[in-house]
């Protein structure tokens, strides 16, 4: 299974919890449960979907107390049902209650977006088409939301602004052109990027592939105009669909042929997945 990045994460996992405790600490748990209680708790589901952020919930309860016994019954990626447990906590009740709001944030947003990512993925599994990822993410979380996109079978288009070159409309407008604009970023970029270009009218595409860029988005078109793009383009440029892709229209999509289908709302309109902390 594709792993998390263990370095990231623990930054991650350190700004929570301060964010969370603040200078006080959780003072609901030290004014109420005393010193010395020891509980056990589990992580179970509520809902049917794709675990993620198993093991990073796992690493915010030993942030908090290293001396609590955890074991992990579900990993990141795993199919879960209702009533599935995914971890067991044994220890301080303190630590574990402390614990507790910081590991659900991450493991409930995370398997959400991991639960979404599989049903657009079992949508188009009868085509070759792939589902991606956008930078339509939480600031400060990309890494993680895309780890999710990953577990739920899924693909991870560019990660920033720094990995891939993507030219849009704007880029071009203030360039003066497609064909100026793919043009001057082959001349800036190295061997290793590749470099992507947006249409949104089919009238462009002779000009965008005059210049043979390696991916061509066709934004927010119809699916007629997408099987029209993709005979024009004839194998010359990977071919992306992108813009207003609902789950009921996905196959739809898919079907016409193309390579890829970038979706911004696995990412930033996910609900958060039902997961609960029961003593």
């Given at each position: 299974?594709?792993?998390?990045?263990?370095?990231?994460?623990?930054?991650?996992?350190?700004?929570?919890?301060?964010?969370?405790?603040?200078?006080?600490?959780?003072?609901?748990?030290?004014?109420?449960?005393?010193?010395?209680?020891?509980?056990?708790?589990?992580?179970?589901?509520?809902?049917?979907?794709?675990?993620?952020?198993?093991?990073l919930a796992a690493d915010c309860f030993a942030f908090v107390d290293r001396g609590l016994d955890i074991a992990l019954f579900k990993k990141d990626g795993d199919r879960i049902a209702p009533k599935d447990c995914l971890m067991e906590i044994r220890g301080s009740a303190r630590s574990i209650l402390t614990a507790e709001r910081v590991a659900l944030n991450f493991s409930g947003r995370l398997s959400g977006i991991a639960t979404l990512t599989a049903d657009y993925v079992a949508q188009v599994a009868h085509t070759t088409a792939k589902i991606c990822c956008t930078r339509k993410t939480t600031p400060g979380l990309r890494a993680l939301e895309k780890f999710a996109v990953k577990c739920g079978g899924g693909m991870n288009h560019r990660f920033g602004l720094y990995d891939a070159v993507m030219i849009k409309d704007n880029h071009i407008a203030a360039c003066g052109g497609i064909g100026a604009a793919i043009d001057r970023a082959r001349e800036q970029i190295g061997h290793m990027v590749k470099i992507e270009v947006e249409i949104d009218r089919l009238a462009d595409l002779e000009e965008a592939l005059a210049h043979h860029p390696d991916i061509i988005m066709l934004d927010n078109m119809g699916n007629d105009d997408l099987r029209e793009g993709i005979a024009i383009i004839a194998g010359r440029a990977k071919v992306e669909a992108s813009g207003s892709v609902s789950l009921d229209r996905v196959a739809s999509i898919a079907e016409t042929g193309v390579d890829l289908i970038s979706v911004g709302r696995l990412t930033h309109s996910a609900p958060n997945f039902d997961l609960g902390l029961d003593f």
């Open positions: 299974m594709y792993e998390m990045n263990e370095i990231l994460a623990r930054d991650l996992i350190e700004r929570a919890y301060r964010e969370d405790l603040g200078d006080a600490g959780d003072i609901t748990t030290l004014a109420t449960i005393p010193a010395d209680a020891v509980v056990t708790a589990r992580l179970n589901a509520r809902a049917e979907g794709v675990a993620c952020g198993v093991a």
